[in-house]
């Protein structure tokens, strides 16, 4: 299921931890079932200073 992701970082930022939360126990888990591309989620995110912590399963 191919889903838009925001463009914005701080508005993906939100969904993507939202959705880390409420629906996925992993970020390729999120990766998979949205089609969408880690690498580039993470490099945007890395360039508002967020980095994923499989931990907390979290941008943080």
Known sequence: MRVNLPEDP???LSVV????RDQYASLDAL???LEADRAQMEAKLAGAGYTYSPRNNQFT
């Open 17 to 20: 931890n939202m959705k880390l």
């Open 31 to 33: 990766c998979e079932d």
């Open 10 to 12: 701080i508005m993906l």
